[in-house]
């Protein structure tokens, strides 16, 4: 599956931006994937901020955005979302959305190894 990220871009501290990652999959498979949110800082590991299993019933987020973002997806639009709230300068990080065809399992995947094709990553840059 091909993955298109977009939606990042520069906010205040405190504001709000809305990521959205359309998937290029055929008839009606996307909804067998798991999906996740992952983000990167220069020298550091890409980490899982928030995924959500193929049926959208689990979800995971990491303590550093629990309550601020919220990831969500439309089968129908083959599109996964993350709104990101309260938004903080440590926030700032290149942003990858991420899937991983789950026809033979289910549950939340939090682990980038776990996961199949990633995005192009779009940049979110967060001011003080």
């Known amino acids: 599956v091909q993955l298109q990220a977009c939606g990042g871009g520069l906010a205040q501290a405190g504001g709000s931006l809305r990521l959205s990652c359309a998937a290029s999959v055929s008839g009606g498979t996307f909804s067998r994937y798991g999906l996740g949110w992952f983000r990167q800082v220069l020298g550091k590991e890409r980490e899982c901020v928030a995924a959500t299993s193929r049926s959208g019933g689990s979800l995971y987020y990491s303590d550093s955005v629990k309550n601020r973002f919220t990831i969500s997806r439309d089968n129908a639009k083959k599109t996964v979302y993350l709104q990101m709230n309260s938004l903080k300068p440590e926030d700032t990080a290149v942003y990858y959305c991420?899937?991983?065809?789950?026809?033979?399992?289910?549950?939340?995947?939090?682990?980038?190894?776990?996961?199949?094709?990633w995005g192009q990553g779009t940049l979110v840059t967060v001011s003080s």
């Open positions: 991420t899937a991983k065809d789950q026809i033979l399992s289910s549950g939340v995947l939090t682990q980038a190894t776990e996961y199949a094709s």
